[in-house]
């Protein structure tokens, strides 16, 4: 077979560079090569990753940067196994991910034979956490899957798609060419975090729990008031009405019993709302205004978080306004959730709905990726670096400029005070952890180990600077402020 021809795998890869897909994540297999013939032919990007969860991860973080769907390419069995976390994630989200993965041969499907990485059914595996998931058996098959899986990319709420193709069909010659599928409309941008009536992410905090149980009507747009938007609990207290605005029907025939549900576009139903409302001088309740009842949430901070916001306030410091910050499930992500300001969107990244672990540093590389000119830090907490920092060395392979703080308090602490919270003696929850510095630099990276917030910002802005990536290791048990 001449290097240009085409087939199946080359239609596949030439129908995604059609639709805006210019790289793709992941790791090439004995199964999916045929996939490879057509990157290079189409002017496709791979990127090699270390492994499968942290190509879908990336592209996380590509679709999440760009605005746009991106892809990942993994082996059948186990490629998909190990990809399934970081898929579950992208769906939980709602991040447009497309995994493409290959299958065995046709003939073997569902029989039991024992090839190479079988699976009873591949495609069942995933259709859980996809909006649309298919299995393609012939060339015209593919196409209208391919067509399928770009409508649910490009949906009002966008989820991640799923196809497998059988390794015999992916090395098939075919008479189709790619097809440019419909564009998805654009998407409003959100006000500042510096608007007056901005309470920012405090719905973990009693004031602004307590608020919404006072208030006569709640209008909840676009959002899922669900138990990681909260935090402290799994249900709001709500007395007065619930308006429910959103996109999602499902979302309108939750737990929550809504007086009034509109199904749309929320930016567009508060536009036409806010029309038909008396305008209204400043923003105020009965206890004040926002700015006095963000001093409420802030009064009850402990002690124990004052290190871990002076990080936060140096990261804001450093970081040029345009940057934007991945992070991962580890507490000082949980405050910044809060306490980190953003004034225009797509600033801060946070992997609350799921909450899987690993997230920050492949999902910043693919946003630094899709931003190339845009600064872009990674910030997880010790435990979490463990699950993916074998892709510091994909950041090392792009000379990527990209500062990875790693936030070390030597342990487990959110569970670890969950623990004490509940009367459980902590058990599980302190681990030895690497020589962070050390390993970095082993990998080829700079690295460096601060222990106050002028140190660390100093370090952050070196780090923005220079090509490559840097692993600052902030210590917090011995973290000065000053």
Not at 3 to 28: C, H, Q
Not at 42 to 65: I, K
Not at 150 to 165: G, N, T, V, W
Not at 415 to 424: E, F, K, L, V
């Amino acid at each position: 077979m001449s290097a240009d021809a085409w087939t199946v795998g080359r239609y596949l890869v030439e129908t995604l560079a059609a639709n805006g897909i210019d790289t793709v994540f992941g790791i090439p297999g004995v199964h999916n090569i045929e996939l490879y013939r057509g990157l290079e032919l189409a002017r496709v990007r791979h990127v090699l990753v270390r492994h499968e969860q942290n190509a879908v991860f990336a592209a996380d973080g590509y679709a999440r940067a760009s605005g746009q769907p991106a892809a990942a390419f993994v082996i059948s069995g186990p490629g998909v196994t190990n990809a399934l976390t970081a898929l579950a994630q992208a769906w939980s989200d709602s991040v447009p991910v497309l995994l493409v993965a290959s299958a065995p041969l046709r003939a073997s499907l569902g029989r039991g034979w024992g090839v190479l990485h079988e699976l009873p059914d591949q495609r069942a595996l995933v259709a859980g956490v996809t909006a649309f998931a298919a299995s393609a058996r012939s060339d015209t098959e593919l196409s209208a899957q391919l067509r399928a899986a770009f409508a649910a990319l490009r949906s009002a709420r966008a989820r991640p798609a799923y196809l497998d193709i059988p390794l015999d069909l992916l090395g098939e010659p075919t008479t189709l060419r790619p097809e440019v599928f419909a564009a998805a409309a654009p998407v409003p941008a959100p006000p500042a975090e510096s608007h007056p009536a901005n309470l920012g992410v405090s719905l973990p905090y009693a004031p602004t729990q307590e608020l919404a149980a006072a208030a006569d009507v709640v209008v909840a747009a676009g959002t899922e008031l669900s138990e990681t938007d909260i935090y402290t609990t799994t249900r709001l207290a709500l007395h007065g009405r619930l308006v429910r605005i959103d996109v999602d029907e499902q979302k309108l025939r939750d737990h929550y019993a809504a007086g009034l549900t509109l199904q749309g576009d929320a930016a567009t139903a508060l536009q036409r709302l806010a029309g038909s409302a008396a305008a209204r001088n400043g923003w105020r309740t009965a206890a004040g205004d926002g700015a006095a009842h963000r001093a409420r949430i802030e009064a009850q901070f402990s002690a124990d978080s004052r290190p871990a916001l002076a990080v936060l306030q140096a990261l804001r410091a450093s970081l040029p306004a345009e940057g934007a910050v991945f992070t991962d499930m580890t507490q000082i992500a949980y405050l910044g959730n809060y306490a980190f300001p953003a004034e225009r969107p797509g600033v801060w990244f946070h992997p609350s709905g799921y909450g899987a672990l690993g997230y920050a540093l492949p999902a910043a590389i693919g946003a630094r990726i899709a931003q190339p000119q845009r600064p872009i830090v990674a910030l997880a907490g010790d435990f979490g670096a463990q699950f993916t920092l074998q892709d510091l060395m994909t950041a090392v392979e792009l000379d990527l400029t990209l500062p990875f703080i790693v936030w070390n308090n030597g342990a487990l602490a959110q569970i670890r005070d969950d623990m004490r919270a509940a009367g459980i003696a902590p058990i599980g929850v302190v681990a030895r952890n690497p020589d962070f510095v050390a390993l970095a630099r082993a990998c080829g990276a700079s690295s460096a180990q601060l222990h106050d917030a002028a140190s660390l910002a100093a370090a952050l802005r070196a780090a923005l600077a220079r090509p490559g990536p840097t692993l600052l290791e902030v210590s917090a048990t011995d973290f000065r402020l000053s």
